[in-house]
């Protein structure tokens, strides 16, 4: 039962939310959700602000998101926070991106260390900025040991790279000896990806009324439960991230098993 969930200072209607947040079924919360954080710049457009203030206020909603998915027993948060294609963008949009991780972790990593959060990465560390990376790098580190949450970002990360890159992997290890073909299987693929040895998410949730994946997890999201709003990434709340889970908790999975009537 979520009793004591500590919620957000500023939450409207608390009291309404904490009686949601007791129906949750703990035993169905998913276990991995996945977050395509998307709206930042329309929502700094809408008041007159350069995109960049929009990335800044959605940093502080990942604060606000991880602090309530570890508290639900969440076990990984998968954050979308730079596709390999954004690089695309306006140089000086870039170079703030760059400096998210580093501004988020300068301020939240102590909490992120007493609060048993772990923090991973996914995506191509090459060609980020060394400030960029060694900020990950020492959060990773510093929260080695915790095994509550994975606060996982994707940053640098483009899915269609990730599979090619698996598969030239497969082909080496079989030259090579290390593997014959004929074990090849979903589950012996999914560990040349880059995110081995986390499960695939349950639920994946993209903001601000885009309906695509962005080269987003492709294989992992094979049986993944969708969860779109039109809400912009600053504007998402905690009662967006419950109002997901009900959603979620409403769903029938069936894997490809067919229909089983109630
Ligand atoms: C997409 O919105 C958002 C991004 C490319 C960046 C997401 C990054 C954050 C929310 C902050 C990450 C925080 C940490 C701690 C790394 P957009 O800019 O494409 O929005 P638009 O579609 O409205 O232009």
Redesign the pocket.
């Known amino acids: 039962m979520f009793n004591k969930i500590k919620l957000w200072k500023n939450q409207n209607s608390s009291s309404n939310l904490r009686d949601r947040i007791k129906n949750i079924k703990e035993h169905q919360v998913p276990s991995h959700i996945a977050i395509?954080?998307?709206?930042?710049?329309?929502?700094?457009?809408k008041r007159a602000l350069p995109?960049v203030a929009?990335?800044?206020e959605?940093?502080k909603?990942?604060?606000k998101i991880t602090m309530l998915a570890k508290q639900l027993g969440i076990k990984i948060l998968t954050?979308?926070?730079?596709?390999t294609e954004?690089w695309k963008?306006p140089k000086n949009?870039v170079e703030y991106?760059m400096k998210?991780?580093e501004?988020?972790?300068d301020t939240f990593l102590p909490e992120l260390v007493k609060e048993n959060v772990k923090v991973n990465m996914i995506g191509y560390k090459h060609n980020l900025p060394e400030h960029t990376l060694r900020a990950i790098e020492k959060a990773s580190n510093d929260t080695k040991e915790n095994d509550g949450l994975i606060l996982n970002?994707a940053?640098n990360y483009g899915s269609r790279a990730e599979i090619i890159e698996a598969v030239k992997n497969v082909l080496k290890d079989c030259r090579s000896g290390i593997m014959d073909e004929n074990d090849l299987n979903e589950d012996v693929f999914s560990n040349y990806l880059m995110t081995s040895g986390l499960e695939d998410p349950d639920l994946l949730i993209r903001t601000?009324g885009?309906i695509r994946l962005s080269n987003f997890m492709l294989w992992q999201v094979a049986y993944t439960e969708f969860w779109f709003t039109d809400v912009?990434?600053?504007d998402f709340t905690e009662e967006h991230l419950i109002e997901a889970i009900e959603v979620f908790q409403n769903r029938q999975r069936r894997f490809g098993g067919g229909f089983n009537p109630p």
Request: aromatic fraction near 16%.
């Open positions: 395509i954080m998307d709206g930042n710049g329309r929502w700094a457009k995109r929009g990335h800044h959605g940093m909603v990942v604060r954050l979308y926070a730079f596709s954004n963008r949009e991106l998210l991780p501004e988020f972790l970002f940053l601000s885009e912009l990434w600053p």
